[in-house]
């Protein structure tokens, strides 16, 4: 961080940093400082320029303790510098446990991670502050006799991460991890894949073929993106909308439909409506209907694979809306206590539901959220795939090699309603969704720069498009046609064993069915 | 043994037994447990086995059914259960029914524990019994222990079951010390989920109840005896699932039933009891079906009103 300060004409001042943020802090108080000499105008210069100075000396001082303390705890070397964050290798030592086999890496972790934040200081701090420090449990805590509010936000926003700008070129100088043809080629299709799967499932609920679906329109850079940067030994926790996540894992069509359709061959049996998919195989965890409920679960996991040590952290996903939810506070909270290997990533797209996200909360987005909970946090271009997948992969690696969670916000838009139960017209201009939809499209935009590397052509377009909708077509046509759930399904799975008294109702609704049959439809068969 | 420490040593012993158990809690880890019931087993376990929570059930409940789902035993403890209404979801929605939902991939192995029902002037907020709430949940065992030799059996099976369990223990009772036997002592012992124990024989009626009321129901049963009237009282230990069939058997026998709780009356776990014996043991009652259960109030906080709301 360096920082040098130019006084120009009188007043004015203006400061270059190669730290963004803390240059709103220095002009913050300039302005107070102008502002107030303004006041002081009536008197005579030259106690003035003394006055000036004065403040500027003792400012300057404050500022630059500020701003190191800022960057301290605030973690910002890790979003403003160029990845200069070093992997940490894990220490393993024997712990307490001397009962047990395993070795535990946890003790001396947990003086580790205190240990990451103590980051060189690149501005002395004077000795005067050091000695004006006073002991509360928690720690040292300087002190100050200016009585200063933080304020509620900065007033400019932590600034979203990107690689490829709208006409899908790589903005020169970025930061990205590099992605490989095979790699890039495969997110497209896959992304294409998602669009065409979301749009013919809509259709099919449309029809009434389907009871319910839920789309991803806008973002599927998100879905496939952050898939693509995991490993599949990863534990993701969706929300309801990563049905992506999924499909890159290797989750067919075919399965989709199926869960749709509530069919025999669900994996879920035909127990949950359309949408909660899940695959112990994928090490994607079945959706659940409740919001952010996957948030503490997902610090359960991140511990439960620390604690066998594993080389693989908790993925979760949670949207705007769902981090109102109390949920939110204890997943993030806890995660950071246990130093969990959890990656939290928030898609922010803008409603939930209804409820914009002026009305959902007051702070700069989520990303902001992280530091509150000593938690490292980056804010993402969510329709950006190459932002997307730098960040997940480097979050990633930091939560599994530093054993700690992090968060990601990436910044999207919901383009679709919220479900078919919506219609998002309703309570947003068309023209809005309309202007994301063509404008802001992340396939679109991810398409440009893969053909632009000569990776792809308009004919492995079509084919592929075509190619997915007869697919689609194809699977939704035979899951409607294949039969439904034994009804021995009714009974099963509530325990891990079957009770007496559900195997007595199993047993007299066999019955019942085999003294009646004309009264119950033609494939309810037990 | 006291029951505090038949718990104590249940959990040891299964912690010991198996990697994959740990605790989670308030005050369980540095403060020895808020009751004691964990008291030692931080400077056996290290910190990541027992581990202190921050105050958020529905934090750490989520926490530990995240972590069952991916294959350890959590053995959650709630100061009381009346905090688990902050995270009933939790226990629900993320843990009873996932199983089901599921269709088999995602088994919750995990016991919620904590004291339940009332204590002596705690208040409405401390005092309610959440035996029928959660008893009425498929997907859910619900078990309630009297004597120590049900808290250690009883809790070993919990612990061991790789369905959720909510374990309601008794504060009242934690200082109470039973006879144990050799059998019990052992760190194989396990007694079997929903069978009732019939604590004392009995031929002219039945007293079905659970928990701090079994104690209660001996001594009416020998104020019984002095008067030439044999009651036969039943420890029904398991709730959910619950133990119709010894429960009818002995009505059969007897003829005549009083189920007894400490909780709310409406919708308890009595009315239950009577409606399985009204439907599979009508014809052998000689008496409509006596519930006696706590009062229809939240619980008073001054002594003689909590006296009068509970059965005495």
Same mark, same amino acid.
């Given at each position: 961080l360096r920082m040098t300060c130019q006084v120009r004409q009188g007043n004015t001042c203006t400061c270059r940093s190669s730290n963004p943020l803390p240059i709103y802090i220095v002009k913050n108080n300039f302005f107070l400082l102008s502002s107030s000499l303004n006041l002081l105008?009536?008197?005579?210069?030259p106690i003035l320029l003394v006055l000036f100075f004065a403040y500027m000396a003792i400012w300057f001082a404050r500022s630059r303790n500020l701003v190191s303390t800022m960057r301290h705890n605030l973690g910002l070397s890790a979003i403003f510098v160029k990845r200069d964050y070093s992997p940490r290798p894990v220490v393993f030592t024997n712990s307490q446990l001397s009962s047990t086999v395993f070795l535990s890496p946890v003790t001396s972790l947990r003086h580790e991670s205190t240990a990451v934040e103590k980051q060189p200081e690149l501005v002395q701090q004077s000795d005067e502050e050091d000695a004006q420090e006073l002991n509360f449990p928690g720690g040292k805590v300087g002190y100050t006799s200016e009585m200063k509010f933080i304020p509620g936000s900065t007033s400019r926003r932590i600034p979203c991460y990107r690689v490829l700008d709208e006409d899908g070129k790589i903005i020169p100088d970025s930061d990205f991890i590099p992605v490989s043809e095979t790699l890039a080629v495969r997110m497209y299709e896959q992304m294409a894949t998602l669009q065409v799967m979301d749009h013919i499932f809509y259709e099919a609920q449309r029809q009434g073929r389907i009871s319910f679906y839920l789309t991803s329109v806008g973002e599927e850079a998100i879905n496939i993106a952050s898939a693509a940067a995991l490993s599949s030994d990863d534990v993701v926790l969706p929300q309801y909308r990563e049905p992506g996540v999924l499909l890159w894992r290797g989750f067919t069509l075919e399965e989709f439909a199926n869960q749709c359709f509530g069919n025999k061959a669900d994996y879920g049996k035909g127990r949950q409506m359309p949408i909660h998919y899940g695959s112990n195989r994928l090490n994607y965890f079945t959706i659940s209907s409740p919001i952010a409920t996957q948030l503490p679960q997902a610090a359960g996991v991140g511990y439960s694979l620390k604690m066998e040590k594993k080389n693989a952290c908790a993925v979760t996903f949670i949207g705007d809306g769902g981090t109102s939810e109390g949920d939110f506070h204890a997943g993030l909270n806890f995660a950071a206590v246990m130093e969990a290997p959890v990656v939290f990533i928030c898609r922010n797209n803008g409603w939930a539901i209804s409820t914009h996200i002026s009305e959902q909360f007051r702070s700069d987005g989520i990303v902001v959220k992280g530091q509150a909970y000593g938690i490292r946090s980056i804010r993402v271009d969510g329709n950006d795939a190459l932002a997307v997948y730098s960040a997940v992969r480097s979050a990633r690696e930091m939560a599994v090699t530093e054993q700690r969670p992090v968060l990601i916000e990436a910044m999207t838009y919901r383009?679709?309603?919220?479900?078919?139960? *919506? *219609?998002s017209t309703k309570y947003r201009a068309a023209d809005e969704i309309q202007y994301w939809k063509n404008s802001r499209n992340p396939v679109n935009r991810f398409k440009k720069w893969v053909e632009d590397n000569g990776w792809w052509s308009e004919e492995d377009e079509s084919k592929l498009r075509s190619n997915a909708r007869k697919q689609l077509l194809q699977a939704i046509q035979a899951a409607e046609m294949w039969e439904k759930q034994p009804l021995t399904e009714l009974f099963n799975d509530v325990y891990d064993v079957k009770p007496k008294n559900l195997k007595e109702q199993e047993l007299g609704l066999k019955e019942l069915l085999e003294r009646q049959p004309q009264d119950y439809p033609p494939g309810f068969h037990v | 043994m006291t029951v505090r420490d038949a718990l104590n040593s249940a959990i040891d012993e299964e912690m010991s037994a198996d990697p994959k158990v740990f605790v989670m809690g308030e005050e369980v880890g540095q403060y020895q447990g808020a009751y004691k019931i964990t008291k030692g087993l931080l400077e056996k376990y290290g910190p990541e086995r027992v581990y202190d929570t921050p105050i958020t059930e529905a934090g750490f409940t989520g926490i530990g059914v995240g972590a069952a789902y991916a294959g350890l035993k959590p053995v959650v403890e709630f /100061?009381?259960?009346?905090?688990?209404m902050q995270a009933i979801d939790h226990i629900i929605n993320s843990a009873a029914k996932s199983n089901y939902m599921s269709a088999g991939q995602i088994n919750v192995p995990i016991v919620f524990r904590g004291p339940n029902g009332a204590a002596a002037g705690v208040g409405a907020q401390h005092s309610q019994c959440y035996a029928a709430w959660y008893a009425s949940v498929p997907g859910l065992k619900v078990l309630a222990p009297y004597s120590a030799e049900d808290a250690r059996g009883l809790l070993k099976a919990a612990i061991r079951d790789p369905d959720p369990v909510v374990f309601l223990e008794n504060e009242l009772l934690y200082g109470e010390s039973f006879p144990i036997s050799e059998e019990a002592l052992d760190s194989s012992f396990c007694l079997p989920i929903g069978k009732a124990k019939i604590e004392r024989e009995g031929k002219d009626v039945t007293i079905t109840t659970f928990s701090k009321m079994v104690g209660f129901a001996l001594k009416a049963a020998e104020k019984l005896a002095e008067e030439g009237i044999s009651a036969e009282v039943i420890n029904l230990r398991s709730i959910r699932p619950l133990d119709r069939a010894t429960i009818n058997a002995s009505v059969r026998k007897t003829s005549r039933l009083v189920t007894v709780e400490?909780?709310?009356?409406?919708?308890?776990v009595c009315a239950e009891i009577c409606a399985s014996v009204v439907e599979e043991s009508f014809s052998y009652l000689d008496a409509p079906v006596e519930r006696i259960a706590?009062?229809?109030?939240? /619980?008073?906080?001054a002594a003689n009103l909590e006296r009068l709301a509970l059965p005495q």
């Open positions: 105008q009536p008197f005579s210069s383009v679709g309603h919220h479900s078919t139960s *919506d *219609d | /100061m009381t259960f009346n905090f688990s400490e909780g709310f009356p409406q919708h308890g706590g009062a229809d109030v939240p /619980m008073p906080y």
